[in-house]
C-alpha cells in the first residue's frame, strides 16, 4: 500500500530553492553554446569520406589519406547465443533477461501556486519486469514485507569473430569491434531460432508458459534479443581504411572531441551507404542543436528563477506570467541557438563579408568628394 507524506511549501523555501538553481543555470548557458558548437564543428563521417576511393586504388588512397571502400557479398562467423540461439547470420546479438519484481518508487508532486504550496510524497511498490531486482526491496518505504526472487538469467551480448566482404573477386576483413554499421537489419529472432523450448508473447520469450500472459507473477523471467544482422547474397559496401586486407576505422588524423573515427558497414553500393551515413549525421546535428537549445532555455529558467518566483507571488496572474515567460525564453533560445549555429558553420564567409563590407565602405569614404 501507498504511504504519503505532505508537506507545505512556504514562500522563503520556494525562494531559496530558486536562488539555488541559479549556479546550474550559469553553467548550463555556456554549455549550451559548446554543444551547438559539437554540433556544428565535428568531424562527420559524411563529409570526410564522401571522397573515398575503390578498394583497387588502395595505394592511392594510403597515400593521400583518403578512405577506401568495397562492395559485395558479406559474411561472417556465425553467431549465437549459447544458452538460447541458435548460431545464424548475425554481426552482434544481444539478450535481454528481465525478471517481474517489486520495485521501490518514491515521486514528488507539487499543488497549488503562489507563496504556499502542497509538496506529497508518495512511497510506493510495484510489479514490474527489472534487469536488477532489489533483493533488499523489503527494506524501503512503501515495500514493507516484499520479498524478489534471484535471476535465474542474465543479459549478455555476442558479436561476430569475423566479417568479411568478397568484392570483385578479392576478400576483404573488416575489424568487427570497430563495425558501424547504418540501416543494417536488426536481429529478428523467431521462435525457430531457438535452442530451447520458450513460449513466445508480446515479442518475448518466456522460459515458463505460466509466465506468458499480461499480468505475470513476481518470479516471472522473459528472454528479448536484439541486434545487428545481414541478408545473404545481397550487396553491402565497408568504407574505411585499408590496412593490408583488412578494414579498420579511417580519421583525418585530428585528434580531440571533434575529431571522428569510422568504419562505415551499410547495404547496397557505395552512394547509397553513403546515403545512409549522410542521414544519420544529420538526425545527431538536428538532435545535438536541440539539446542546445533545451540547454540554453534551461539555463534561463534556473538563472531567473528568483524574478519568476516572485512573479508567480503575484494574485491571479502569477502562474499565468511565469508560463508566458518560459515559453518566451523557448522561442528566443531557438533564435539565439541558430544564430549560434549559423555563425560558427559559415564564420569564414561572414568574417569574409564583413572584410568585404568594411573595404566598400573605406572606399567610399575615400573616393568621396571633399565638402
Not at 8 to 24: A, C, H
Amino acid at each position: 500500500m501507498a504511504i504519503e507524506e505532505t508537506r507545505v511549501v512556504g514562500p522563503w523555501e520556494q525562494m531559496k530553492n530558486s536562488f539555488g538553481g541559479m549556479l546550474i543555470g550559469l553553467l548550463l548557458l555556456p554549455g549550451a553554446f559548446f554543444i551547438v558548437y559539437i554540433s556544428t564543428c565535428r568531424e562527420q563521417a559524411s563529409v570526410e569520406m564522401k571522397g573515398a576511393l575503390p578498394a583497387s586504388e588502395a595505394a592511392k588512397a594510403a597515400a593521400d589519406n583518403k578512405p577506401v571502400y568495397a562492395t559485395g557479398k558479406l559474411d561472417s562467423s556465425p553467431v549465437g547465443d549459447p544458452q538460447f540461439v541458435k548460431p545464424g547470420k548475425y554481426l552482434k546479438l544481444s539478450r535481454s533477461a528481465q525478471i517481474m519484481a517489486w520495485v521501490h518508487k518514491e515521486t514528488t508532486k507539487t499543488e497549488g501556486s503562489g507563496t504556499t504550496k502542497k509538496e506529497t510524497k508518495t512511497y510506493d511498490c510495484k510489479l514490474e519486469w527489472t534487469s536488477s531486482p532489489d533483493l533488499n526491496v523489503g527494506s524501503k518505504k512503501g515495500c514493507e514485507g516484499k520479498t524478489n526472487f534471484s535471476a535465474t538469467y542474465s543479459s549478455a551480448d555476442f558479436a561476430a569473430d569475423s566479417v568479411t566482404i568478397n568484392s570483385s573477386g578479392t576478400t576483404y576483413s573488416l575489424n568487427p569491434s570497430a563495425i558501424d554499421p547504418v540501416k543494417l537489419p536488426g536481429a529478428k529472432v523467431q521462435k525457430s531460432d531457438l535452442t530451447r523450448d520458450m513460449t513466445e508473447y508480446s515479442g518475448a520469450f518466456y522460459p515458463e508458459a505460466a509466465c506468458a500472459t499480461s499480468s505475470p507473477k513476481a518470479g516471472c523471467e522473459k528472454i528479448t534479443f536484439s541486434g545487428t544482422s545481414y541478408e545473404a547474397g545481397k550487396d553491402y559496401t565497408a568504407v574505411g581504411k585499408l590496412v593490408g586486407n583488412q578494414f579498420e576505422e579511417y580519421s583525418t588524423g585530428k585528434s580531440g572531441i571533434l575529431a571522428g573515427h569510422w568504419l562505415k558497414l551499410g547495404p547496397g553500393s557505395f552512394k547509397e551507404t553513403m546515403s545512409a551515413v549522410s542521414s544519420a549525421d544529420s538526425g545527431w546535428t538536428i538532435g545535438l542543436y536541440l539539446g542546445s537549445v533545451f540547454c540554453f532555455w534551461l539555463g534561463l529558467v534556473l538563472l531567473t528563477g528568483p524574478i519568476l518566483q516572485l512573479i508567480e507571488f503575484i494574485p491571479i496572474i502569477g502562474g499565468f506570467g511565469e508560463g508566458l515567460i518560459k515559453v518566451i525564453f523557448g522561442v528566443f533560445s531557438f533564435v539565439i541557438m541558430g544564430l549560434a549555429f549559423l555563425i560558427i558553420k559559415y564564420f569564414l564567409f561572414i568574417l569574409l563579408g564583413l572584410a568585404l563590407i568594411a573595404g566598400f565602405l573605406i572606399y567610399k569614404k575615400k573616393s568621396a568628394p571633399a565638402a
